[in-house]
């Protein structure tokens, strides 16, 4: 399928990537190679060395039963935007603190226990280019893979304090709830609009709204701001969701690394394809649904071609364009810096990316 995403990248972001995150979060990247060490030292202990020497995450000599899983962790951890999320609010609010960079490994470690879960979920093969836990090993190593990730990072938010503990408790409760809503809905073939963003907002836009309110919260500022930078947050995972969502329908999977298709085959409804299901004439609609149901052979064809008289990719666009612009809006909160200035680019690269 032929990619409907741009390429082009926003005007900031220009520059050299960050070698951490693939994308030029320059002013912060030694700050997420500071919470990458921290990932990877709550983790060492299943990947010690059999001989000696420094514990490396990510090393090839290893002498545990756990140091291949979590050695292909590193597959998972792309382009870090949650830690870098966090940290680039918390710089742009003054000042980076030694418990940012302790949430930042925290929020990113949950981020990576949810795309293993997710990857079981959606019965997917490929991640990043590579072969998912799982197709490794398997749907039993994977739930217990992801759900160490989930108690490390609660164990790790409890070394900064009970606030901090209370708001990603908070954010990964609706992370799971919509997510375990997604499985409920599956097969809800009139799934509404309304239905479709309160899934999303739990199980996306929850993460990044926690990390917009905690990096303004531990560089000192008050609650109303923290609440605008929260909401920042919530409406970058919105806007991302529904290209992640649309890239899911019509993308290149070659382009994006991971496995594709897996919304429609499972009966899972997103933005485009409600938008469809509403806008056509109720027969045709309900023919649509039917062979949607029966998943047939050329189903992917006649929901492409569906979507396409309706202008429902379009519409998504257009939807995905009013969260990024309400993100920008919130930004106000924020003094003229490096970092507000990315923090502004990366509305515009959340909708428009390829991966």
């Not at 792309?78 to 490994?105: D, I, Q």
């Not at 599956?186 to 905690?214: H, P, Q, V």
């Not at 969260?323 to 919130?330: G, I, Y």
């Amino acid at each position: 399928m032929g990619t409907v995403m741009s390429t082009i990248l926003p005007t900031v972001f220009t520059g050299a990537p960050s070698r951490t995150t693939g994308l030029p979060f320059g002013p912060v990247a030694s700050d997420i190679e500071e919470a990458d060490r921290i990932f990877a030292a709550t983790l060492a202990a299943y990947a010690a060395p059999s001989t000696g020497g420094a514990t490396d995450l990510f090393s090839t000599t290893t002498g545990t039963p756990l140091s291949p899983l979590i050695q292909h962790l590193k597959h998972y951890r792309g382009k870090r935007l949650r830690p870098a999320l966090l940290l680039l609010t918390a710089k742009a609010c003054g000042s980076v603190t030694p418990a940012h960079y302790t949430l930042a490994a925290a929020v990113e470690m949950i981020h990576t226990a949810t795309l293993v879960h997710d990857d079981v979920l959606d019965e997917a093969d490929v991640r990043r280019h590579v072969a998912t836990v799982n197709a490794g090993w398997g749907n039993k190593v994977s739930i217990l893979l992801g759900d160490m990730l989930f108690t490390h990072a609660f164990h790790l938010t409890s070394t900064v304090d009970g606030r901090a503990c209370r708001i990603i408790g908070e954010a990964t409760n609706r992370v799971c709830a919509g997510e375990l809503r997604q499985v409920c809905e599956r097969g809800n073939l009139d799934l509404t609009e309304s239905a479709y963003f309160a899934i999303i907002d739990g199980k996306t836009a929850a993460l990044t709204e926690c990390c917009g309110r905690l990096g303004a919260l531990y560089a000192g500022w008050g609650d109303a701001d923290a609440d605008r930078l929260a909401n920042f947050g919530r409406c970058l995972g919105l806007a991302f969701q529904i290209a992640d969502d649309l890239l899911d329908l019509v993308g290149d999977e070659q382009a994006a690394g991971k496995t594709l298709g897996t919304d429609l085959s499972q009966q899972k409804l997103t933005l485009p394809v409600i938008h469809c299901l509403n806008r056509l004439p109720t027969g045709e609609a309900g023919r649509l649904r039917q062979a949607i149901r029966e998943a047939g052979p050329g189903v992917g064809d006649c929901v492409l071609a569906a979507i396409e008289r309706t202008q429902s990719v379009a519409y998504a666009h257009r939807r995905a364009d009013e969260f990024a612009r309400t993100a920008r809006t919130e930004l106000d909160a924020l003094p003229r810096s490096e970092c507000r200035s990315i923090l502004e680019g990366l509305t515009d690269w959340s909708v428009r990316r390829e991966k």
